[in-house]
T-cell receptor
Framework: GENVEQHPSTLSVQEGDSAVIKCTYS??????FPWYKQELGKRPQLIID?????GEKKDQRIAVTLNKTAKHFSLHITETQPEDSAVYFC???????????FGKGTRLHILP | EPEVTQTPSHQVTQMGQEVILRCVPI?????FYWYRQILGQKVEFLVS????????KSEIFDDQFSVERPDGSNFTLKIRSTKLEDSAMYFC???????????FGPGTRLTVT
């Protein structure tokens, strides 16, 4: 079955700097790659997603890139702010009604 | 904006007891899911449900687990005889056929003592 690897597990960046989180997936049949932000005790919140027919997508300070050949995808957060501190999960999904397979998460700390 | 709701927000139970976690998916959604998240770990798929039957289940979803859609609005997860290792946050999610996005509920924190 599909497996999603995510790194780093913890990331500390100075406020205003950029943060990059990287993931790989195992099953080339995966078509959809969402990213979630989770604050303590809360539900995972979808922040950006990318389909397999797209290489890059941007939404304000957040961007995601996908390399389907290498089965890599990454989240880039620019101009980080204190409220970006949270756990971020990458994930992969094959079809619209399929389960989501999550990575292990990255705890992002934004340092003042 | 419609949201998935879950009750209770926190459930404490003793080992061996049965628990039922309840979810109300978004009203026009047709696919329903349960996920769990052990504290500090990743979110793990348990089961998906469509057209009143299980579509897929994970290895975690053993005979102690069952799901039901008893009426047109609720979607429940039952754990027959809870174990300490069932302690986790349980998230319900729902989706529509035309979209990949799954909408997560706020979760039920289950504590088994």
């Amino acid at each position: 079955g599909e497996n999603v690897e995510q790194h780093p597990s913890t990331l500390s960046v100075q406020e205003g700097d950029s943060a990059v989180i990287k993931c790989t997936y195992s099953d080339s049949a995966s078509n959809y790659f969402p990213w979630y932000k989770q604050e303590l005790g809360k539900r995972p919140q979808l922040i950006i997603d990318i389909r397999s027919n797209v290489g890059e997508k941007k939404d304000q300070r957040i961007a995601v890139t996908l390399n389907k050949t290498a089965k890599h995808f990454s989240l880039h957060i620019t101009e980080t702010q204190p409220e970006d501190s949270a756990v971020y999960f990458c994930a992969a999904q094959m079809n619209r009604d399929d389960k989501i397979i999550f990575g292990k998460g990255t705890r992002l700390h934004i340092l003042p | 904006e419609p949201e998935v709701t879950q009750t209770p927000s926190h459930q404490v139970t003793q080992m061996g007891q049965e628990v039922i976690l309840r979810c109300v998916p978004i009203s026009n959604h047709l696919y329903f899911y349960w996920y769990r998240q052990i504290l500090g770990q990743k979110v793990e798929f348990l089961v998906s449900f469509y057209n009143n039957e299980i579509s897929e289940k994970s290895e975690i979803f053993d005979d102690q687990f069952s799901v039901e859609r008893p009426d047109g609005s609720n979607f429940t997860l039952k754990i027959r005889s809870t174990k300490l290792e069932d302690s986790a946050m349980y998230f319900c999610a729902s989706s529509v056929p035309i979209s990949y996005e799954q909408y997560f509920g706020p979760g039920t924190r289950l504590t088994v003592t």
